[in-house]
Nanobody, 124 residues
Framework: QVQLVESGGGLVQAGGSLRLSCAAS????????MAWYRQAPGKERELVAS???????KYADSVKGRFSIDSDNVKRTVSLQMDSLTPDDTAVYFC??????????????????WGQGTQVTVSS
Protein backbone atom coordinates (compact mmCIF):
# COMPACT_ATOMS: atom_id res chain seq x y z
CA GLN A 1 0.00 0.00 0.00
CA VAL A 2 0.92 3.65 -0.36
CA GLN A 3 1.66 5.64 2.76
CA LEU A 4 2.13 9.39 3.03
CA VAL A 5 3.90 10.90 6.03
CA GLU A 6 3.66 14.66 6.57
CA SER A 7 5.74 16.86 8.82
CA GLY A 8 6.56 20.50 9.46
CA GLY A 9 3.29 21.96 10.70
CA GLY A 10 3.14 24.19 13.72
CA LEU A 11 2.34 27.57 15.19
CA VAL A 12 3.93 30.73 13.81
CA GLN A 13 3.30 34.45 13.97
CA ALA A 14 2.09 36.42 10.99
CA GLY A 15 4.96 37.11 8.64
CA GLY A 16 6.76 33.95 9.64
CA SER A 17 7.65 30.86 7.65
CA LEU A 18 7.12 27.13 7.75
CA ARG A 19 8.26 24.29 5.55
CA LEU A 20 6.02 21.26 5.13
CA SER A 21 7.37 17.94 3.92
CA CYS A 22 5.74 14.75 2.74
CA ALA A 23 7.22 11.38 1.90
CA ALA A 24 5.49 8.67 -0.10
CA SER A 25 6.38 5.03 0.34
CA UNK A 26 5.43 1.89 -1.52
CA UNK A 27 6.58 -0.38 -4.32
CA UNK A 28 5.64 -0.70 -7.97
CA UNK A 29 4.56 2.92 -8.19
CA UNK A 30 4.69 5.69 -10.75
CA UNK A 31 3.91 9.12 -9.34
CA UNK A 32 2.11 11.50 -11.66
CA UNK A 33 1.35 14.43 -9.37
CA MET A 34 2.11 15.45 -5.80
CA ALA A 35 0.17 18.27 -4.23
CA TRP A 36 -0.78 20.11 -1.08
CA TYR A 37 -4.36 20.89 -0.13
CA ARG A 38 -5.63 22.77 2.88
CA GLN A 39 -8.90 23.06 4.71
CA ALA A 40 -9.70 25.89 7.08
CA PRO A 41 -12.69 26.07 9.44
CA GLY A 42 -15.83 26.94 7.54
CA LYS A 43 -14.13 26.69 4.17
CA GLU A 44 -13.97 24.10 1.44
CA ARG A 45 -10.85 22.10 0.84
CA GLU A 46 -8.54 24.09 -1.40
CA LEU A 47 -5.73 23.09 -3.71
CA VAL A 48 -2.71 25.09 -2.57
CA ALA A 49 -0.02 23.87 -4.94
CA SER A 50 0.79 20.91 -7.13
CA UNK A 51 3.78 19.61 -9.01
CA UNK A 52 4.00 16.97 -11.71
CA UNK A 53 6.72 14.38 -12.11
CA UNK A 54 8.37 16.53 -14.78
CA UNK A 55 8.44 19.58 -12.51
CA UNK A 56 5.47 21.61 -13.72
CA UNK A 57 3.95 23.47 -10.78
CA LYS A 58 0.71 25.33 -10.12
CA TYR A 59 -0.36 27.56 -7.25
CA ALA A 60 -3.55 28.97 -5.86
CA ASP A 61 -3.80 32.69 -6.48
CA SER A 62 -3.88 33.33 -2.75
CA VAL A 63 -0.39 31.88 -2.23
CA LYS A 64 1.43 32.90 -5.40
CA GLY A 65 4.66 34.66 -4.59
CA ARG A 66 4.63 33.39 -1.01
CA PHE A 67 4.61 29.60 -1.28
CA SER A 68 6.89 27.35 -3.27
CA ILE A 69 6.45 23.65 -3.99
CA ASP A 70 9.27 21.29 -4.83
CA SER A 71 9.65 17.53 -5.22
CA ASP A 72 12.29 14.86 -5.42
CA ASN A 73 11.22 11.99 -7.65
CA VAL A 74 14.00 9.73 -6.40
CA LYS A 75 13.21 10.25 -2.73
CA ARG A 76 9.47 10.45 -3.46
CA THR A 77 9.10 13.58 -1.41
CA VAL A 78 7.31 16.87 -1.84
CA SER A 79 7.79 20.02 0.18
CA LEU A 80 5.95 23.30 0.56
CA GLN A 81 7.93 26.34 1.62
CA MET A 82 5.53 28.88 3.09
CA ASP A 83 6.72 32.45 3.61
CA SER A 84 4.97 35.64 4.67
CA LEU A 85 2.28 33.65 6.40
CA THR A 86 -0.98 35.31 7.38
CA PRO A 87 -3.83 34.18 9.63
CA ASP A 88 -5.76 33.30 6.46
CA ASP A 89 -3.24 30.53 5.89
CA THR A 90 -4.35 28.78 9.06
CA ALA A 91 -5.63 25.36 8.07
CA VAL A 92 -4.96 21.67 8.11
CA TYR A 93 -2.62 20.96 5.24
CA PHE A 94 -2.84 17.64 3.43
CA CYS A 95 -0.29 15.98 1.22
CA UNK A 96 -1.80 14.08 -1.69
CA UNK A 97 -0.36 12.07 -4.54
CA UNK A 98 -1.71 10.60 -7.77
CA UNK A 99 -0.08 7.25 -8.38
CA UNK A 100 -0.29 4.52 -10.98
CA UNK A 101 0.35 0.97 -9.79
CA UNK A 102 2.31 -1.51 -11.84
CA UNK A 103 0.45 -4.67 -12.88
CA UNK A 104 2.62 -7.01 -14.93
CA UNK A 105 3.71 -5.08 -18.00
CA UNK A 106 1.04 -2.43 -17.59
CA UNK A 107 -0.08 0.29 -15.21
CA UNK A 108 -3.31 1.05 -13.44
CA UNK A 109 -5.32 4.20 -13.90
CA UNK A 110 -4.21 6.99 -11.53
CA UNK A 111 -5.18 6.51 -7.91
CA UNK A 112 -5.31 9.27 -5.33
CA UNK A 113 -3.87 8.97 -1.82
CA TRP A 114 -4.00 11.40 1.10
CA GLY A 115 -1.93 11.96 4.17
CA GLN A 116 -3.41 12.47 7.62
CA GLY A 117 -2.86 16.22 7.54
CA THR A 118 -0.72 18.60 9.55
CA GLN A 119 -2.00 21.69 11.37
CA VAL A 120 -0.65 25.10 10.44
CA THR A 121 -1.70 27.95 12.72
CA VAL A 122 -0.73 31.55 12.07
CA SER A 123 -1.34 33.97 14.92
CA SER A 124 -1.97 37.74 14.99
Amino acid sequence: QVQLVESGGGLVQAGGSLRLSCAASGSGLSIDVMAWYRQAPGKERELVASITSDGASKYADSVKGRFSIDSDNVKRTVSLQMDSLTPDDTAVYFCTVDIRHRYGSGWSSPMNYWGQGTQVTVSS
